[in-house]
T-cell receptor, first 116, second 112 residues
Framework: SAVISQKPSRDICQRGTSLTIQCQVDSQVTMMFWYRQQPGQSLTLIATANQGSEATYESGFVIDKFPISRPNLTFSTLTVSNMSPEDSSIYLC?????????????FGPGTRLTVT | GNSVTQMEGPVTLSEEAFLTINCTYTATGYPSLFWYVQYPGEGLQLLLKATKADDKGSNKGFEATYRKETTSFHLEKGSVQVSDSAVYFCALSERGANNLFFGTGTRLTVIP
């Protein structure tokens, strides 16, 4: 398994501003991901954070809105840019590690963002 | 496409009651199936998994069997405890892919 920490744990931000969320893992991992969990809804994958190259974004998510950095194998950041109330969500990072017969994903505690 | 349909909650049970949370899936290939649990104030934790048809995943008294014929992966526990109160998520990933598709989550509350 992996121990994953996120900063900040929560924040309240004004619309039009940006917030950068940090994700730190206690070991080197190749695959790291960012998810969004909107109120009362399930988790949706935003992007895969690739070390040394641009992130790979899922349909409906773009780099200008959610820029991601992955400077090394233990750290990544997600920025939520030009925020609006619709961006109020829990943002989670995860890592995938090889398990028995399949990869297993381990999640950070999440960052609860409220945009006013 | 891939999707997961999960029993809607919330579910409230008395301690020692039997639990079933239904989960069905749609997948284009042969997915791996997972149950994650999110305790209050904590992140998601992998509870159990199954990687092929008829596999049974189990952990902490919870079980789920991968049923290809009914495309289901229902979560069961014979006797729930107050400490089992949490949100439970069913999820799948395609073989060779890392993207997890999640159900909407089911909130379980166990009362003494």
């Amino acid at each position: 398994s992996a121990v994953i920490s996120q900063k900040p744990s929560r924040d309240i931000c004004q619309r039009g501003t940006s917030l950068t969320i940090q994700c730190q893992v206690d070991s080197q991992v190749t695959m790291m991901f960012w998810y969004r969990q909107q109120p009362g809804q399930s988790l949706t994958l935003i992007a895969t954070a690739n070390q040394g190259s641009e992130a790979t974004y899922e349909s409906g998510f773009v780099i200008d809105k959610f820029p991601i950095s992955r400077p090394n194998l233990t750290f990544s950041t997600l920025t939520v840019s030009n925020m609006s109330p619709e961006d109020s969500s829990i943002y989670l990072c995860s890592v995938a590690l090889p398990g028995q017969a399949t990869y297993e994903q381990y999640f950070g505690p999440g960052t609860r963002l409220t945009v006013t | 496409g891939n999707s997961v349909t999960q029993m809607e909650g919330p579910v409230t049970l008395s301690e020692e009651a039997f639990l079933t949370i239904n989960c069905t899936y749609t997948a284009t290939g042969y997915p791996s199936l997972f149950w994650y649990v999110q305790y209050p104030g904590e992140g998601l934790q992998l509870l159990l998994k199954a990687t092929k048809a008829d596999d049974k995943g189990s952990n902490k008294g919870f079980e789920a069997t991968y049923r290809k014929e009914t495309t289901s992966f229902h979560l069961e526990k014979g006797s729930v405890q107050v400490s089992d109160s949490a949100v439970y998520f069913c999820a799948l990933s395609e073989r060779g892919a890392n993207n997890l598709f999640f159900g909407t989550g089911t909130r379980l509350t166990v009362i003494p």
